[in-house]
C-alpha cells in the first residue's frame, strides 16, 4: 500500500529492534522502502538490509555533509556496489548542505556533479538533498544530469516555482512529515500543486517524525500520516495519494512487484 522513498533502516538509531521493526512494517501497511546511503559504510549496510528483505531496495552515494575526505577511489567503490547488487535502485542520498559550513562548498559541488555523471553512466535515478542551497542545487543538476536518468527531490524545502522547474527537468517531488508540521506551510503549497504523477512521499526516518508523534523517533509506518495529509491538502483520498506515489516511486526506481 505505501511506499516511503526515504528512510535510514539502517542508522544507529533503530540497533536494539531494527529486524523487529522492518517486520513489522507490512502489517502496518508499507510494503516498499528505499533506504539511502550516506557514505560507504552505510552504502553497504543498506545492501546488507535489502538483501535481507525483499520490501527494501538500497541507494549507494555520499552525502554532502561526508565528502570532506572523499577521493576518487571512492566513486569507484561505490559504482562497484552498484553494478553487484540488483537491489541497488539509485544513486543517493547526494546534494548540497550549506546549512552547516564544516564541508567547504566548493568540494560539496565537485562531488555532487562528480556523482551525478556517475549515475549518468550507471543509467540510475539520483536521490537530492538540498538544505539551503537551491539555486546551486538547481543548476548542477540542470547542467549535468542526463535525460536519461530519474531524479528525486527528496524532503523538497523549496518553493512551488522551484518544484515547477525541477518538474521541467523531468525530476519528482517528495514529501516529508514536516507537512504535518504547524508552521509548515510552504510544503503544503507543493504537496498540493505539483501533479499527483511526480509526487512521492517519505519519512527520512529516523529523522523529521510528523504530527501526531513529532519528537519522537521516526519510522517507515508514520509514512501514512504523510500521506493522510496530503490527501487532505489536495481534496482526494488516502488510497489516491498511497496508489498514486506508489507507482511514482516504482516507475522511478524501476521496481516491479
Ligand atoms: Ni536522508
Redesign the pocket.
Known amino acids: 500500500m505505501l511506499f516511503d522513498s ?1 528512510a ?1 533502516l539502517n542508522d544507529e538509531s533503530f540497533d536494539e529492534d531494527r529486524d523487529e521493526l522492518i517486520e513489522s512494517l507490512p502489517k502496518n501497511g508499507v510494503d516498499l522502502v528505499v533506504n ?1 546511503a550516506s557514505d560507504l559504510e552505510t552504502s553497504r549496510t543498506g545492501i546488507q538490509l535489502a538483501d535481507k528483505y525483499d520490501f527494501i531496495y538500497a541507494a549507494v552515494g555520499i552525502h554532502p555533509q561526508d565528502v570532506a575526505e572523499t577521493e576518487e577511489a571512492d566513486i569507484q567503490e561505490i559504482k562497484k556496489m552498484a553494478q553487484e547488487n540488483k537491489k541497488v535502485v539509485a544513486i543517493g ?1 547526494i546534494g548540497l548542505d550549506y546549512y552547516y559550513d564544516d564541508v567547504p562548498k566548493d568540494i560539496q559541488r565537485k562531488w555532487l556533479k562528480r556523482q551525478i555523471l556517475l549515475a549518468n553512466e550507471l543509467s540510475l535515478p539520483i536521490i537530492i ?1 538540498d538544505r539551503d542551497a537551491h539555486k546551486d542545487t538547481f543548476d548542477i543538476i540542470k547542467e549535468n544530469k542526463s535525460e536519461e536518468i530519474g531524479c528525486v527531490m ?1 524532503c523538497f524545502s523549496g518553493s512551488v516555482e522551484l518544484a515547477k522547474e525541477y518538474l521541467k527537468l523531468g525530476c519528482y517531488i517528495s514529501i516529508p512529515g514536516t507537512v504535518t508540521f504547524k508552521n509548515s506551510r510552504k510544503v503544503r503549497a507543493v504537496a498540493r500543486e505539483i501533479p499527483l504523477d511526480k509526487l512521492l512521499i517519505e519519512t ?1 526516518s529516523p529523522y523529521l517524525t510528523p504530527e501526531p508523534y513529532r519528537g519522537k523517533r521516526n519510522n517507515p509506518a508514520h509514512v501514512r500520516y504523510v500521506a493522510e495529509r496530503v490527501a487532505e491538502e489536495r481534496g482526494i483520498s488516502f488510497e489516491e495519494v498511497c496508489d498514486a506515489s506508489k507507482a511514482n516511486a516504482k516507475k522511478l526506481f524501476r521496481i516491479e512487484e
Open positions: 526515504h535510514h539511502p542520498e538533498h527528496h527520512d
